[in-house]
């Protein structure tokens, strides 16, 4: 009965990889959205003051570091809870694959989150003046927030692996 129990209970790990394969519609889901910031883009850049084009420019990268966000959090993930990916010899291999365990993601992560939040951020102080003041405080009191847990996360993480 227990090997049963841990046979079931290791077997189950590949109920995530639908989802990480779920991932992988957002990405295109993301992509879609991408192209179709740049269509809007193309069509107004003679009609768009610079800061307007700033703004969407910082868009642009945002939905581009989700999509690089996304790309980590699904191959990873599978990695260290599902199952190696086998890549065959003839064929590119990112060189973070197979080297970053769920801690190192963690950190990823965390600092992913913030770069999106700082570009957040940054765009709201482009458009400063029709942003009301309380709501711009807690912009910047969420984004430091952030900051402040993902370095709590990676300084825990390095106490405890000194230990």
């Given at each position: 009965?227990?090997?049963?129990?841990?046979?079931?209970?290791?077997?189950?790990?590949?109920?995530?990889?639908?989802?990480?394969?779920?991932?992988?519609?957002?990405?295109?889901?993301?992509?879609?959205?991408?192209?179709?910031?740049?269509?809007?883009?193309?069509?107004?850049?003679?009609?768009?003051?610079?800061?307007?084009?700033?703004?969407k420019?910082?868009?642009?990268?945002?939905?581009?570091?989700?999509?690089?966000?996304?790309?980590?959090?699904?191959?990873?993930?599978?990695?260290?809870?599902?199952?190696?990916?086998?890549?065959?010899?003839?064929?590119?291999?990112?060189?973070?694959l197979?080297?970053?365990?769920?801690?190192?993601?963690?950190a990823?992560?965390?600092?992913?989150?913030?770069?999106?939040?700082?570009?957040?951020?940054?765009?709201?102080?482009?458009?400063?003046?029709?942003?009301?003041?309380?709501?711009?405080?807690w912009?910047v009191?969420?984004?430091?927030?952030?900051v402040?847990?993902?370095?709590?996360?990676?300084y825990?993480?390095?106490?405890?692996?000194?230990?």
């Open positions: 009965m227990e090997r049963f129990i841990e046979k079931s209970i290791y077997r189950s790990r590949w109920v995530l990889a639908p989802i990480y394969l779920g991932l992988s519609l957002a990405v295109i889901a993301l992509g879609i959205k991408f192209f179709e910031e740049i269509f809007h883009l193309l069509f107004e850049i003679f009609s768009l003051s610079e800061a307007e084009m700033i703004l420019i910082l868009s642009l990268v945002d939905l581009a570091m989700v999509g690089g966000l996304l790309i980590m959090v699904m191959m990873s993930g599978y990695e260290n809870f599902v199952s190696r990916l086998d890549v065959e010899d003839g064929e590119e291999k990112l060189n973070w197979g080297t970053m365990d769920s801690s190192s993601l963690k990823k992560i965390a600092a992913s989150i913030v770069a999106i939040s700082s570009i957040h951020l940054l765009k709201k102080f482009m458009e400063v003046e029709s942003v009301n003041v309380e709501h711009l405080m912009y009191i969420i984004h430091m927030t952030f402040l847990s993902a370095f709590l996360m990676g825990l993480d390095t106490k405890i692996k000194g230990k």
